[in-house]
């Protein structure tokens, strides 16, 4: 199954770092009762997601916020202290929610998986935009493989968002 506007984000549980260590969130946890931007990347620290994909997000929370987001979280196939390191890395001010979904079990049920890519060894995340409120999808972008952000990045959910 490929994940399309309206349909329910489908269960899963993310590790993410917490001051006590790792701890899980599910996607119940993450979109609950919330209107959340949940984009995801193929590799934390990989040229493309590193350099532009999350900087635009780090750099447009407060906006996103502002129309109505509750919360902005990334999720890749890493495991949870890559994407503590990321996290500690860019530097994005509390405002982004950094999740590992360590062996591809959100990415693969939700048909965003990519791969197994020969340069990153197994499946990883297609890069992708969603916009969920209440766990229901209500936007959704996929870029192409080896493409860039222009259909995932912030200006486009901001523009999304209206």
């Not at 350099?51 to 949870?80: C, M, R, W, Y």
Request: hydrophobic share 45%; net charge negative; charged share 20%.
């Amino acid at each position: 199954m490929t994940l399309k506007v309206g349909d329910r984000l489908p269960e899963a549980t993310f590790k993410t770092m917490t001051a006590d260590g790792p701890a899980e969130m599910t996607t119940g946890d993450l979109t609950d009762g919330k209107t959340v931007v949940l984009f995801g990347v193929p590799g934390a620290f990989t040229p493309t997601c590193h350099q532009n994909h999350l900087p635009g997000f780090v750099e447009h929370a407060e906006t996103l916020k502002d129309k109505g987001v509750d919360e902005i979280a990334v999720v890749s196939v890493n495991d949870v202290f890559v994407m503590d390191a990321w996290k500690q890395a860019t530097n994005p001010a509390g405002n982004i929610t950094f999740l590992a979904d360590t062996a591809a079990e959100f990415v693969q049920s939700a048909g965003l998986g990519l791969g197994p890519v020969p340069i990153f060894g197994h499946v990883r995340s297609q890069r992708f935009a969603l916009i969920v409120k209440d766990g229901v999808v209500t936007f959704q972008a996929v870029e192409e493989p080896g493409g860039g952000t222009a259909k995932t990045g912030a200006a486009t959910i901001l523009e999304a968002l209206g």
